[in-house]
């Protein structure tokens, strides 16, 4: 069968799609002329499709040609030339490609269309006051929030493809000026020698990006809020969007950013600080409460209150269990009743916490097995977690570390630990940036928005605690 | 090269200074001095200052140059080692006395039982990665570590302030049983010795100076200040509270739903043992690497730790053995490595001042 040039390209590019089911090819002949398109059915419009190419082509009367199709026929705003080697990549984007035996060309029109949810609040940081909007997967909408957040032309998108089977589109975002160059170049290296199938969420690229992606310690900083990141950008900072994912990443990062919250920005900079110091507070509540219950239930009984003490000998007494594995089985508790209300769908959330707060707790303390003061200072410390929810997972295998070093050393393993993990934290400096900074070593500039925030008005300059090209905030 | 801030080399001299002076010393001194042990602390502090002046003056002549750089230009290399191994026989000799006088400290008032092995487990992997982590990381942390140390130490001293205390009698001691004491003591000194060790390291200018000062100034002051409301408190009963930091809050009188607030001192005390004995271990690899410069500092540690073993069965636990030796001969060996050492480093850096000026004006 003598086949011509548009059943050639059409045959040849369904076989490159292995015959997909999605993959769908049109032929359409106008008088002599005959034109071919390839496209995705999955991720094509079909109104779309229909209006601005499929209809307009029926109508036209004229010779088509490159320059007709792109100029006079399509009704898209989207539409561009091709090269031949292109033509897979703009199938895969969503894109009709069009070429024809009469003219060279081949032709691309966007008809991409994909479920897509609204920007709504992230669940993972609610806001009292603020802008309630949330990135979503859709990479474009994405870049929407930010540029209504940064109306400047300095705002820069650099896209990048990772992943050999996946080709997903990640963005190198930073406001030219501001943000430092180096730190810039270093990004865009390491996203570039990325060696890997595929990228599914942002977090696949995330250790790539670490210096240390063995370490426990999160050192790249992550956000689902377009302010955040609008403001982090403001300050310098790079950010790193993946499409398909509403996660994006920032850096460089400190702890320090996760010690804040949205929310101190947009109410009084007095409660904000007190809001701060509760949370850190919290973090060390939530890190050495459990250990240091045991180093002093265990070793140091004679520094407790005589009262406290009475209280603990009386409710620990006849109980099966040491204190030390008492408490790894409330936290073990703990931990599975958290596993499980994740998993678990929202309609038998209730169902949970009544067989977890109830059951398994009161009846456990009933039936001896476990001691008041126990599950209280475990529950604390992990309520006390969540005043930091980005270090969530950290915080909780320091938990277990600290319950080990409490439970057999005492204090002085509460204090060894504590020393040894500040250590290991001031190792990290990835992109030049101090990870305790500006408390270690002590920027005082930038103690401003540290612990204790200073109003707007008195950050006159940009954070000094990472590298970049703007000093002034305001005058 | 990573450096430290002034603020940063402060902070290190002023953990330092407190680390083995709170806790043994002033029970010690109070046995031949008395209350005028502070006089003797005041000249002893004295006398480090000097080692301080030295190290002012080199830093300010060459502000770039290492230890070593610096002897083997006036000295050659062989000296120069041998001069710095001296460093490293002070060093280490000093991190097994903090060591010493806390594990006395834990032994006797927290852990009361079999605390060998136990105290072991907990500071070596600690203090050996904290030298891993290098000068840069453990300034850091001590920066972070100093509002900590410091409200602790204060506190400490503000709960035994509000206590019975009575002005002790001074001046009942001889001008030679003060400079006995001194000279007995002076093992206990030498601290600022660890700014020679790495001095290339330190970055300042003259406002640096003037903020080391500031905190060398804060540390010397609550020193005397424990050393004196310690006097103040116990009188003639000092000799025997060889804890002095921790005995000021345990034998104050309780405050109504606080309890026993002896924790306080007990954390400020694990941490400035911790602090100290990096920081000094830290200098001491530093030395071996000067020393044995094709060893790495991982060998160093490993000597270190051997080296740590060995005196730990000789010295550590045997609280009479252990003053005995840091009284009787340490003394010799400090004034070695205390002031004979710097004194010649600094006139042989002027020596080879007046040789670079010669060469140049030839």
């Known amino acids: 069968m003598i086949q011509n040039k548009v059943e050639k390209i059409i045959e040849k590019y369904k076989i490159e799609f292995h015959n997909s089911n999605d993959f769908a090819s049109r032929i359409f002949n106008k008088g002599e002329q005959m034109v071919g398109m390839l496209f995705l059915k999955s991720m094509t419009n079909p109104e779309l499709f229909s209006q601005t190419i499929y209809m307009p082509l029926q109508q036209c009367n004229e010779k088509i040609d490159e320059k007709t199709l792109c100029e006079k026929i399509l009704k898209n705003n989207s539409i561009e030339i091709i090269e031949e080697k292109n033509i897979i990549t703009n199938i895969l984007d969503g894109k009709v490609v069009i070429f024809s035996d009469s003219f060279q060309g081949i032709v691309s029109v966007d008809v991409l269309t994909f479920p897509s949810r609204a920007p709504t609040e992230p669940p993972t940081s609610p806001v009292i006051q603020g802008p309630r909007e949330g990135f979503v997967e859709d990479f474009k909408t994405n870049l929407t929030l930010l540029r209504r957040r940064i109306h400047s032309k300095d705002l820069v998108f650099k896209s990048v493809f990772v992943g050999n089977k996946t080709n997903t589109k990640v963005i190198i975002s930073y406001i030219d000026g501001v943000a430092n160059k180096k730190v810039v170049e270093e990004v865009e290296r390491k996203i570039n020698a990325i060696k890997i199938d595929g990228v599914v969420d942002s977090y696949y690229i995330l250790s790539f990006l670490e210096k240390r992606p063995n370490s426990l310690f999160k050192q790249i900083g992550n956000t689902e809020k377009p302010d955040i990141v609008a403001s982090k950008m403001l300050e310098g900072k790079v950010a790193i969007i993946v499409d398909n994912s509403p996660i994006v990443l920032t850096v460089p990062f400190i702890l320090m950013e996760d010690l804040q919250s949205s929310n101190d920005y947009y109410t009084n900079h007095h409660y904000s600080s007190l809001v701060r110091v509760i949370r850190i507070l919290g973090l060390m509540i939530a890190i050495i409460a459990p250990g240091f219950y045991l180093a002093l239930q265990l070793f140091h009984y004679n520094v407790l209150p005589l009262n406290f003490l009475i209280t603990i000998a009386d409710t620990t007494q006849g109980l099966p269990f040491t204190p030390f594995l008492e408490i790894l089985f409330i936290f073990l508790l703990f931990q599975i009743l958290y596993e499980v209300s994740l998993r678990l769908p929202s309609y038998l959330g209730l169902a949970t916490s009544v067989v977890g707060a109830l059951i398994l707790g009161d009846t456990g303390v009933k039936a001896g097995l476990i001691s008041p003061p126990g599950v209280i200072i475990t529950a604390l410390a992990k309520i006390a977690l969540y005043t930091v929810p980005e270090q969530q997972s950290q915080i909780t295998v320091l938990q277990v570390i600290f319950i080990i070093l409490g439970g057999s050393l005492g204090i002085l393993g509460i204090v060894t630990g504590l020393v040894f993990v500040v250590n290991y934290l001031n190792t990290l400096d990835d992109f030049s940036t101090p990870y305790l900074a500006p408390y270690a070593p002590r920027i005082a500039n930038d103690l401003q928005d540290g612990l204790i925030k200073h109003s707007i008005n008195d950050m006159k300059t940009l954070p000094k605690s990472f590298p970049n090209n703007h000093k002034e905030r305001s005058k | ?362």
């Open chain 2, 1 to 362: 090269m990573k450096s430290i801030s002034a603020r940063q080399t402060g902070i290190i001299l002023f953990l330092t200074i407190l680390a083995n002076k709170i806790l043994l010393l002033p029970s010690i001194m109070y046995e031949k001095t008395k209350a005028d042990s502070l006089f003797v602390m005041m000249l002893l502090f004295a006398f480090e200052l000097f080692i301080l002046w030295i190290f002012f003056s080199l830093k300010n002549k060459y502000p770039n140059s290492s230890l070593k750089e610096l002897l083997q230009k006036s000295v050659g290399g062989k000296i120069a080692k041998a001069l710095i191994f001296v460093f490293l026989i002070f060093f280490l000799f000093k991190t097994m006395l903090t060591y010493s006088v806390i594990y006395v400290y834990l032994k006797d008032l927290v852990y009361q039982d079999e605390f060998g092995l136990l105290a072991i487990i907990c500071f070596i992997p600690v203090v050996n990665h904290g030298v891993v982590c290098g000068l840069r990381a453990m300034s850091r942390s001590f920066e972070l570590f100093f509002y900590l140390v410091l409200t602790g130490v204060v506190f400490c001293l503000v709960i035994a302030f509000f206590t019975n205390i009575s002005i002790p009698y001074f001046f009942l001691s001889n001008p030679k049983d003060i400079f006995n004491t001194c000279f007995t003591h002076f093992f206990s000194f030498g601290d600022y010795l660890i700014l020679f060790i790495f001095m290339d390291k330190i970055k300042f200018d003259n406002q640096g100076k003037k903020t080391i000062l500031k905190f060398v100034g804060l540390g010397i002051t609550i020193v005397l200040a424990i050393f004196l409301i310690f006097y103040c408190k116990y009188h003639d009963t000092a000799f025997m509270h060889n804890n002095a930091i921790a005995d000021l809050l345990v034998f104050s009188v309780q405050f109504n739903a606080i309890g026993r607030l002896d924790i306080i001192a007990m954390v400020t005390i694990m941490a400035l043992g911790l602090f100290q004995m990096e920081i000094f271990q830290y200098a001491f690899c530093e030395s071996f690497v000067m020393v044995f410069p094709k060893l790495s500092l991982k060998y160093a540690i490993a000597v270190f730790d051997i080296l740590f073993f060995i005196v730990y069965f000789v010295l550590i636990g045997k609280y009479e053995f252990m003053i005995m030796v840091t009284t009787n001969y340490l003394p010799y060996f400090s004034i070695l490595s205390n002031y004979i050492l710097p004194s010649i480093i600094f006139a042989l850096s002027y020596k080879h001042k007046k040789e670079l000026k010669h060469e140049k004006s030839v």
